[in-house]
């Protein structure tokens, strides 16, 4: 199985500020075939269902505001939020969907400082 | 709008049995990847199965392999997971959702329904 890991397990970030989680693949997610990251973003908030935010390591979902952005390629991804908001408050979840079964990290936890 | 409700979470001892149900709106079913996933009080989130359109093709983590079995009705737009001998460490909440065209990650989830295994 691959393994995700995300670092660091927490961030407390001021609003307005910047906020970087990092994801990192035991292996590669990197379709060579087709030159895609097979890697997700979803946001998680308490008594709610995940949200998708980014998929194939940069593409943002539709209606997720332009905050939110995707880099990184092979081993290596970053989620960043360029401006935090209060609403942002949540535990973000990285998954690969290269190979079964289609694995997380083990989250983020995002708070306001 | 695309709607999955989830339904038939329960308290169930371990060793039990028990069917989940995921009614599908919106969107055309038939042509949709489905998958299932699951939190654990406390803990992450974990991709627990998937199914091709056509149920063909299904895929399990090994966790839950040989227990859980995932399946789909199309003219019924439902999605199951039926699971056998439950183990106190299945207690979770339990979300369908599909899979986006053309990608294999999740756009659309149910609000999740919660399975409870005690004794």
């Known amino acids: 199985d691959i393994v995700m890991t995300q670092s660091p397990a927490s961030l407390a970030v001021s609003l307005g500020e910047r906020a970087t989680i990092n994801c990192k693949s035991s292996?590669?997610?990197?379709?060579?075939?087709?030159?895609?990251?097979?890697l997700g973003w979803y946001q998680k908030k308490p008594g709610q269902p995940p949200k998708l935010l980014i998929y194939?390591?940069?593409t943002r979902e539709s209606g997720v505001p332009d905050r939110f952005s995707g880099s990184g390629s092979g081993t290596d991804f970053t989620l960043t939020i360029s401006s935090l908001q209060a609403e942002d408050v949540a535990v973000y979840y990285c998954q690969q969907y290269y190979g079964h079964p289609y694995t997380f990290g083990q989250g983020t936890r995002l708070e306001i400082k | 709008e695309v709607q999955l409700v989830e339904s038939g979470g329960d308290l169930v001892q371990p060793g039990g049995s028990l069917r989940l149900s995921c009614a599908a709106s919106g969107f055309t079913f038939s042509t949709y990847w489905m998958t299932w996933f699951r939190q654990a009080p406390g803990k992450g989130l974990e991709w627990l199965a998937n199914i091709k359109q056509d149920g063909s093709e299904r895929s399990y983590v090994d966790s839950v392999k040989g227990r859980f079995t995932i399946s789909r009705d199309n003219a019924k737009s439902s999605l199951y997971l039926q699971m056998n001998s439950l183990r106190v460490e299945d207690t979770a909440v339990y979300y369908c959702?599909?899979?986006?065209?053309?990608?294999?990650?999740?756009?659309?989830w149910g609000q999740g329904t919660l399975v409870t295994v005690s004794s």
């Open positions: 194939w390591a940069s």
């Open positions: 292996q590669s997610v990197l379709f060579s075939s087709n030159n895609k990251n097979y």
């Open positions: 959702a599909t899979e986006r065209p053309g990608s294999s990650c999740s756009d659309h």
